[in-house]
């Protein structure tokens, strides 16, 4: 393990109400400071693997049967979830669960009471979220449940990040939204990463947009790393370019072609 | 007209009484999802506990102190010891383990202080006080004020504080309350410790009017129709459900009892209850849930 790496996942197995299996021996080591990706279809294990990071899994009656997770030096496995945000390790959950009943600013607040933050502190958190969120300044005193799709992700992120996170992870950030909107929030991860040195693992069904930000990425599938490289690269494969952007290399991808990528990977 | 004004506002004085039980289940129900049919027994045991430490000679103030003291242990003990092991299980699990932990308090009430009745008496004389040529029950007026108290320390302490608003979150959300690292089972502990808080007021005050017995703990069952009516998730809800069941029972027994028969006040909330059900199921102030398209 290098000293620098914030994030270290080592062969780990999730499974659900003790039958389902979730994930199926993922390791993945995140350097501090990077953005990295997980990519991958529908129920390929994305979100699961971010949930058993964030300790999240245990609430939905998942388990980490083996492997090992270690954060910044900490055992996950051994931390419940409200120990590590205050360690500095946020999820943002897919489909924003934002607090619908809660207005804007109350959702900010919740985000950080976790550091226990002075009256001044408070309001120094939520003027430093406002000026990477000018939109939801403007809807301070909305309730959540009201905003835009856009705006209620924002808010998400706002929540995770006003606990002053070291390692963000996020869940389908795209979700739903209109390409400008989505190019607006990877914009901003793009920005926390440069300006206040947070890492990012994100989970992403859009892989396209995740490979432009992310410094490095993983393909899932069925609960299995089927490939890793840095993101560049990987935007230029064949057999990624044909199952995962939806480009073939005369044309568009057909399904066979993507089968054969499968049957190719497996052989390994 | 003064005795229709007379019958309604003596019904919706009681009413008042109806919401202090249904305010109990609702604090717990909004912040976990559980229906704590143990609010009754708790309200039992308050009055019971209270009741015998002041005829083993305590003061008002250190009788209360005491008793409030056994209320947040009680509260506290349920929640860790029962429901917390029983997270995540399905509703129908919890409320009947609720069901369970209601018996064995008043099995345990009656260990410690016996079974006979004992009367309660808080210095405030149930008598009638004359307010413009309407007679008011003293008693019931006294309650009202202290659930008025009782709403607006809630309120504060829900819109002002930070518990408050770590306990909105988690009733709005439990698991992005804990994404967002909120110590979800400590607020489930506080909000047990408050609706042990207000079974004890709710006990008293019963307890004042009924005599403490054990029938007190079948207040929870006229406290299902106040909350099927001003909904499950809204402490404004139980307020205005317990005035509506107070007042409508009243009413009816009065008016359309000498024609339907006696007893009426008895079953007549249930009735109300039904056809809310069949009408506006989340009841008046139930969570409508705000959701986009």
Known sequence: MTTSSILRVDNIHVIYDQVILGARGISLELPEGRIHALLGANGAGKTTTLKAISGLIRAERGEVTCGSIHFAGHDVLKSDPAALVSQGLVQVLEGRHCFAELDVDENLRVGAFVRTPSRADLRRGLERIYTYFPRLAERRRSRAGYLSGGEQQMLAIGRALIASPRLVLLDEPSMGLAPQIVIEIFEIVRRLNHEEGVSFLLAEQNAAIALRYSDHAHILENGRIAGSGPSAELAERDDVRASYLGIGAEGRRSFREARHYHSRRREH | ?293
Do not use: C
């Open chain 2, 1 to 293: 007209m003064d005795f229709f004004l007379e019958v309604l506002i003596g019904g919706l004085l009681a009413g008042i009484m109806y919401s202090m039980v249904a305010i109990g289940f609702v604090l717990i129900y909004k912040a976990s999802g559980v229906f704590n049919f143990a609010q009754g027994s708790m309200v039992l045991f308050a009055a019971l506990t209270f009741v015998s430490l002041v005829e083993r000679g305590f003061a008002f103030w250190s009788a209360f102190a005491t008793t409030l003291g056994a209320m947040l242990a009680l509260a506290w003990a349920i929640e860790r010891g029962v429901l917390r092991p029983l997270v995540n299980r399905p509703p129908i699990t919890l409320f009947m383990a609720t069901l369970g932990v209601s018996f064995i308090i008043e099995g345990l009430a009656q260990l410690l202080w016996g079974a006979q009745v004992h009367g309660l008496e808080l210095g405030i004389k149930d008598e009638p006080i004359d307010l413009g040529g309407i007679l008011l029950s003293r008693f019931d007026l006294f309650a009202a004020g202290i659930a008025a108290l009782l709403v607006l320390a809630l309120s504060l302490l829900f819109s002002r504080t930070r518990i408050g608003l770590s306990l909105r979150s988690v009733a709005s959300d439990p698991l992005a309350a804990l994404a967002t690292g909120i110590r979800v089972q400590r607020i489930w502990a506080v909000v047990w410790a408050v609706a042990g808080f207000v079974g004890l007021i709710a006990g008293l005050l019963w307890g004042a009017r009924l005599g403490v017995q054990f029938s007190l703990s079948l207040v929870v069952l006229k406290a299902l129709p106040v909350l099927i009516i001003g909904g499950f998730s809204s402490i404004g809800g139980a307020i205005v459900g317990g005035l509506i069941v107070g007042a409508g029972e009243k009413l009816a027994e009065v008016y359309a009892g000498p024609v339907i028969g006696d007893g009426l006040e008895n079953w007549f909330p249930y009735v109300l209850a039904l056809l809310f059900l069949l009408v506006r199921p989340a009841g008046l102030f139930g969570q409508r849930t705000i959701e986009r398209v």
